[in-house]
């Protein structure tokens, strides 16, 4: 009887042994379905971007496209020169970051080094509310008030749409993303170091500029990067506060206008479809891919460069 027992405890044990093999190869096939399933969508947006752009590329040449500094495809006389596009989008972007660094990282390290727990469980969950408002909101904001009430006063000569304003509203959206990501970071580094610090009789100033910050110093510039390519790809707040004016100045009370302004405007619908002017769109829509690629390469770079190992 007991062998018997002993024989059916055993098979029982072999079942579930095989039916945990089996759930784990079919978690294993549906994980691994769902990277493909990533990968192929890049190719496809990939392919999609370059089969589209080519019929634009036999009538322009790539070196007109790339260098020129007139941007004029849907008017006469037509130019093809992407500049003031790179351009503009340098401008929202840059002037964005200008404003959402210094006050991200600053409210990151009060988060992270100075405020009580009680502060932080009602600050942080007002900065995410930031990044829930639609972007739109953020365009008319920069419209109806960033422009006549903050930029007009201080610069008359500022036009309606500007780049300033739309680097002011894109930078205040990117602001969550800055903070939230460096105080993670922050919060990542071993508390003995900080103990350490203060043994040998550092300020919390100290501890916080000169021990945390660059320990912290990856995730640091990941959050940066990741913010400047949230801006870089941003385009209803840019299409209302900026502007469709495709130029190429570095002035930012100015109105320009960015890649994917753009390709909204291509977007709705005046444009026939198979003209070159249609094809323009895929053709910015590619540079715009290459861009935020050299973006996150860049930034694996850096974070490989920077990067902390504690033990």
Known sequence: MADGVAGLTAARSRELRSLRRMREGLIWLVLWACALVSVFT???IVF?????????????????????????PLLEPRSYGILPLVCGTALVAGGALLVAVPLGLSTAIYLSEYAPGRVRQVVKPFLEILAGIPTVVYGYFALVFVTPNVLRPLFPQTEIFN??????????MVI?????????????VPQTLREAAYALAATRLEVSTRIV????SSGVVAAIL????????????????????ARLTLNPLQS?????????????????????????????????FSITLVI????????????????
Not at 176 to 188: G, N
Not at 268 to 287: Q, R, S
């Open 213 to 216: 910050l660059p320990a912290a």
């Open 48 to 72: 999609v971007l370059v089969h589209q752009s080519l019929p634009m590329f036999r009538e322009v040449s790539v070196r007109e496209f790339l260098t020129g500094t007139r941007w004029t």
């Open 256 to 288: 320009i206008q960015t890649m994917t302004a753009y390709i909204v405007q291509v977007s709705l619908g005046d444009t026939p479809a198979g003209t070159i002017e249609y094809h323009t769109a895929f053709g910015v829509g590619l540079v715009l």
């Open 163 to 172: 780049a300033a304003s739309a680097a002011l509203v894109v930078g205040i």
């Open 42 to 44: 890049t190719f496809g």
């Open 226 to 245: 990741l913010a400047f390519s949230r801006a870089v790809g941003e385009t209803m707040a840019v299409v209302l506060a900026a502007g469709m004016t």
């Open 176 to 188: 969550p993303t800055i903070s939230s990501l460096c105080d993670d970071a922050l919060r990542a």
């Open 296 to 311: 996150n390469v860049g930034a694996q770079r850096i974070l490989w460069r920077f990067r902390e190992i504690y033990e």
